[in-house]
Nanobody, 126 residues
């Protein structure tokens, strides 16, 4: 079973940037469909970014709420998934999770992912 460990969370002021990392073990990242999700207090978990490889090229998808501000990427050599976040807003506050093994690669639906990390907290202050 794939193991996922997130890091990089913390407190940041609005307008700032932060990069989250998700180290993958037990499987090679190259063959996995991956995603980033977040959950704000009192809200449902939402998918914000996904990535998979098709014909050797990375394919990405983003939710409207983060498109143009967040970038998902992966480093195959380090077996690590990243989420670069810029122009952060207070509404970006929440617990951020990486997930793997989508039944539908590219999906932003929580039900399509099987393995989840423990999450890392991001707090954006105004």
């Amino acid at each position: 079973q794939v193991q996922l460990v997130e890091s990089g969370g913390g407190s940041v002021q609005a307008g700032g940037s932060q990069r989250l990392a998700c180290v993958v073990s037990e499987y090679t990242l190259k063959s996995l469909c991956m995603g980033w999700f977040r959950q704000a207090p009192g809200k449902e978990r939402e998918g914000i970014a996904s990535i998979y490889t098709r014909s050797g090229m990375p394919m990405t998808a983003y939710s409207d709420s983060v498109k143009g501000r967040f970038t998902i990427s992966k480093d195959i050599a380090k077996n690590t998934l990243y989420l670069q976040m810029t122009s952060l807003k207070p509404e970006d506050t929440g617990m951020y999770y990486c997930a793997a093994v989508a039944t539908s690669c590219g999906s932003l639906g929580t039900g399509d992912y099987i393995s989840w990390g423990q999450g890392t907290q991001v707090t954006v202050s105004s």
